[in-house]
């Protein structure tokens, strides 16, 4: 059973475009929703994190969506740029375990 | 500030096989956590140690197990292994601060069963 539900899957933008991926949980237990980059040969890394006490979270050109009624949460990439071309796995968790979406591949072309 | 290491970051072996991987977490960290990742699945949840103790576990068979050191390196081991189980495995530590718990990878590694 998948707990978390990430789409798209595949996503191409044009530079300087919006890049939106969402994510759709299950348990209303999760208290803590990251997003993480992952480039090819690296493992993911956090790039930013909301807790379901707000609505949105910005750090920069990202920003975070939260939808706690709809148990969904979307990640936004604004002036989206050919060195955000990455994997985006959006994450749930409840503590100590972390439930991770299957992945983004997120491609903007010049 | 060393990251999490992990080892080896490639292997190739034979069906049947056996394989053991390293990581080595961020000083001070606690939590050692090991992911398995396959194209379309995403991140697979494969078990969690704090304190050498496995805390968690997830969905997947008993031929994969690990263990954790007194100084909080960790391994995990494949046992007789099968073509489906060529995936990145992925260890992330964590300080295991509760409310603050941000999970930080290794580079993995890159297991190919032939």
């Known amino acids: 059973q998948q707990q978390v539900k990430q789409s798209p899957q595949s996503l191409i933008v044009q530079k300087g475009g919006i890049s939106i991926i969402n994510c759709a949980y299950e348990?209303?237990?999760?208290?803590?929703f990251p997003w993480y980059q992952q480039f090819p040969g690296k493992g993911p890394a956090l790039l930013i994190a909301?807790?379901?006490?707000?609505s949105e979270k910005k750090e920069g050109r990202f920003t975070i969506s939260f939808n706690k009624s709809a148990k969904q949460f979307s990640l936004h990439i604004m002036d989206s740029q050919p060195g955000d071309s990455a994997t985006y796995f959006c994450?749930?968790?409840?503590?100590?375990?972390?439930?991770f979406g299957t992945g983004t591949s997120l491609t903007v072309i010049p | 500030k060393a990251g999490v290491t992990q080892t080896p970051r490639y292997l190739i072996k034979t069906r049947g096989q056996q394989v053991t991987l390293s990581c080595s977490p961020i000083s001070g960290h606690r939590s050692v956590s090991w992911y398995q990742q396959t194209p379309g699945q995403g991140l697979q949840f494969l078990f969690e140690y704090f304190s050498e103790t496995q805390r968690n576990k997830g969905n997947f068979p008993g031929r994969f197990s690990g263990r954790q050191f007194s100084n909080s390196r960790s391994e995990m081991n494949v046992s007789t292994l099968e073509l489906g189980d060529s995936a990145l495995y992925l260890c992330?530590?964590?300080?295991?601060?509760?409310?603050?718990?941000?999970?930080?990878f290794g580079a993995g590694s890159r297991l190919t069963v032939l």
């Open positions: 909301i807790r379901p006490d707000v």
């Open positions: 994450a749930a968790s409840g503590g100590n375990q972390f439930y």
């Open positions: 348990n209303t237990a999760f208290d803590y």
């Open positions: 992330a530590s964590s300080l295991d601060v509760s409310g603050a718990n941000v999970l930080t």
